[in-house]
């Protein structure tokens, strides 16, 4: 049976920078299926519109790295890395209005020269999915892997953001969220799908990478969070779970994006803030540590998130204690549940007394939620 033709925008990336974070966002994984899977027969990816000046600078400092990935480019497999002039992403909506409408022109000039007629096209650009006309695409999905009006760091463009996503619900656009929440707060009026994150098998089959030199010296029980360090994790709870805990140690892994919200943190002695890891590093830490930590302040974007922390906690064996929020509930019976702001060292006890998951419950979580299997939903939908 033959394959769609199939057109594929990052949101707010590269193909380049997806590999160097490890393939493990959401898009990331979406972009890496698309060039092998037998579903598609033309493929076009597209990094996010650079401006020409910042472009040449970055190409020229990845020219002189060693560890580039490039892009497998055939007759049939294709990426567009394309350029504008201005330097900043305009904010006013006729600015990205004008910018959609570039983008949207370059993407079809491409299309056309690969002999593409009304090919499938997924966006994972919150501005692109309302904003750009398509008309030359059979078919429009949005892939909203990120809840993009609850970024504070975005907040210049919540207008333009809320505006996109009216004309989704206008032009009857479908949609596939990580979450509920998500989906909830575009509200298509088109088709849609909840695609929560999945994992990658070969990350977490067979013998566990060794975990970074600073592990095997910390003290135990080890309790673990992986992920950015800013605003979405409940410092008072944590605190809290420091001073009655006195013996284990809180491991905090991830870039450190908001260091002033994390400061009444410094003084706990038992509480160690690591910088993000490599993701065979990762997967050794967690397969070596004792409790997965998820305490979440409740929030816009931690309702509407799908945190993949959650999973490869699961992934790798560990109990997990989570604040008790929409996208922790019903994913595995391994999850202790605690009300925001809550008696978190309880939890932590909880799940210290359950233990790890045995292998054979650990091989059959990552089976059931692997990324294979959430791409075909995400498929059927925009395929349709």
């Given amino acids: 049976m033959k394959g769609a033709d199939v057109v594929f925008t990052y949101s707010y990336v590269s193909w380049q ?115 750009a006309e398509f008309a030359w695409a059979g078919s429009v999905t949005y892939f909203a892997h990120d809840d993009w009006l609850a970024y504070p760091l975005h907040e210049r463009w919540w207008p333009a953001y809320e505006a996109s996503f009216a004309q989704v619900r206008a032009r009857g656009r479908r949609v596939c969220a990580v979450s509920q929440a998500a989906l909830e707060r575009i509200a298509p009026s088109g088709s849609s799908a909840v695609v929560p994150n999945g994992l990658d098998p070969t990350e977490w089959e067979g013998p566990a990478p060794p975990p970074p030199s600073w592990a095997p010296r910390a003290r135990r029980p080890l309790l673990l969070y992986v992920g950015s360090l800013d605003s979405r994790l409940d410092v008072p709870a944590l605190a809290r779970l420091a001073r009655e805990l006195p013996e284990s140690e809180i491991a905090l892994v991830g870039p450190l994006l908001d260091d002033p919200h994390l400061a009444p943190l410094r003084g706990q002695a038992n509480v160690k803030i690591h910088p993000a890891l490599a993701r065979e590093q990762v997967a050794g830490l967690i397969r070596s540590a004792d409790v997965g930590l998820v305490p979440h302040v409740d929030s816009a974007l931690t309702r509407a998130m799908s945190p993949l922390k959650l999973y490869e906690y699961l992934a790798g064996g560990l109990p997990v204690v989570a604040g008790d929020l929409q996208p922790m509930r019903g994913v595995d019976p391994g999850v202790v549940l605690v009300e925001p702001g809550g008696d978190f060292a309880g939890g932590v006890r909880q799940a210290l007394a359950r233990g790890r998951a045995s292998e054979d419950a650990r091989r059959a979580f990552i089976a059931e939620h692997s990324w294979a299997s959430r791409q075909e939903t995400l498929l059927d939908l925009a395929l349709a």
């Fill in 17 to 131: 920078a997806a590999a160097e974070r490890g393939w493990f966002m959401p898009e990331d994984r979406l972009a890496k299926a698309l060039v092998s899977h037998e579903r598609v027969e033309r493929l076009l990816i597209s990094d996010l519109m650079r401006s020409l000046p910042v472009k040449l600078l970055r190409d020229g400092v990845s020219a002189l790295r060693s560890d580039r990935y490039p892009f497998p480019t055939s007759t049939s497999r294709q990426l567009l890395r394309p350029v504008r002039l201005r330097r900043e992403y305009p904010t006013s909506i006729a600015g990205v209005r004008r910018a959609c409408a570039a983008y949207d022109r370059v993407l079809e000039r491409r299309a056309r020269r690969m002999g593409m007629r009304e090919p499938v096209l997924i966006t994972a650009n919150p501005l692109m999915a309302g904003f």
